[in-house]
C-alpha cells in the first residue's frame, strides 16, 4: 500500500531533550516536506527536500533539523525542543520534485508535546 | 506573496443540506488550486484540485469546487451533507509568483453535521 509512515504517533518529552521524528514513503517520491499544525494556524510548512541531499527552509524552520540520505526517508530532529514546539506534526510527500503543482500525500502525523 | 483565506473556521450544517465551505486566494496568474480534508486523527488527504482547464471541478465522495477568477474564490460544496463528512477541511493555493514556487494552506474550516 502506498502511503508515509511516521512514527511515534505520540511523543511527550522534556525541555532540551533532543528528538527525532522518522519519515519514510514507499512511491518514489522526490518531494518531501514537514508542517506543524497549530489551531488557528493551519499548516505551516518546517523544511521541505526537493530530492536527495538537497534540503531547504521553509516559514518555520527555526528549531528544526532534517536530513535526506535516502529517498525514502526525511526524518525531522529537535535538537533542543521548547515549549513552543509543542504541535501536531504532519510529514508529506509528492510526486514533483517542486511540491507546490502536485497532490500531496500526508502521514498520519506526529503529536509532539514539550513540558 | 499568495495568500488564502477560509472564511468561517468553523461551519455546521444538517445532514442532507447543502455543504458550501469558502475560500479566497491571492496569488499570481495561473493559480494551482487544492482542497484537502482532515479526518480525526488522521493526516490530510487530497478532495480535488484545480490547475487548469475546466473550472467546475468534481473531486471525490461528491465533492466539487469552482474556480471563479474574477472573485478569485475556490468554494467547495457539496449538494447533501452526511455524517461522515465531519471533518476539518483546508483549501491551498500555490504558483510561480515570481520563481517564489510555494504552497500555502489556509487555516481550516471545521465542518460539523447535525442529525
Known amino acids: 500500500e502506498a502511503q508515509v509512515t511516521q512514527n511515534p504517533r505520540y511523543l511527550i518529552t522534556v525541555t532540551g531533550k533532543k528528538l527525532t521524528v522518522t519519515c519514510s514513503q514507499n512511491m518514489n517520491h522526490e518531494y518531501m516536506s514537514w508542517y506543524r499544525q497549530d489551531p488557528g494556524l493551519g499548516l505551516r510548512q518546517i523544511y521541505y527536500?526537493?530530492?536527495?541531499?538537497?534540503?531547504d527552509k521553509g516559514d518555520v524552520p527555526e528549531g528544526y533539523k532534517v536530513s535526506r540520505k535516502e529517498k525514502r526517508n526525511f526524518p525531522l530532529i529537535l535538537e533542543s525542543p521548547s515549549p513552543n514546539q509543542t504541535s501536531l506534526y504532519f510529514c508529506?510527500?509528492?510526486?514533483?520534485?517542486?511540491?507546490?503543482?502536485?497532490?500531496?500525500?500526508f502521514g498520519n502525523g506526529t503529536r509532539l508535546t514539550v513540558t | 506573496a499568495q495568500s488564502v483565506t477560509q472564511l468561517g473556521s468553523h461551519v455546521s450544517v444538517s445532514e442532507g443540506a447543502l455543504v458550501l465551505l469558502r475560500c479566497n486566494y491571492s496569488?499570481?496568474?495561473?493559480?494551482?488550486l487544492f482542497w484537502y480534508v482532515q479526518y480525526p486523527n488522521q493526516g490530510l488527504q487530497l478532495l480535488l484540485k484545480?490547475?487548469?482547464?475546466?473550472?467546475l471541478v468534481k473531486g471525490i465522495n461528491g465533492f466539487e469546487a469552482e474556480f471563479k477568477k474574477s472573485e478569485t474564490s475556490f468554494h467547495l460544496t457539496k449538494p447533501s451533507a452526511h455524517m461522515s463528512d465531519a471533518a476539518e477541511y483546508f483549501c491551498?493555493?500555490?504558483?510561480?509568483?515570481?520563481?517564489?514556487?510555494?504552497?500555502?494552506f489556509g487555516t481550516g474550516t471545521r465542518l460539523t453535521i447535525i442529525p
Open positions: 508529506a510527500s509528492s510526486p514533483g520534485n517542486r511540491g507546490w503543482n502536485s497532490p500531496l500525500h
Open positions: 527536500s526537493m530530492n536527495v541531499e538537497v534540503t
Open positions: 491551498a493555493v500555490s504558483g510561480d509568483n515570481f520563481g517564489n514556487e510555494k504552497l500555502t
Open positions: 496569488s499570481s496568474v495561473p493559480p494551482y
Open positions: 484545480y490547475t487548469t482547464g475546466a473550472t
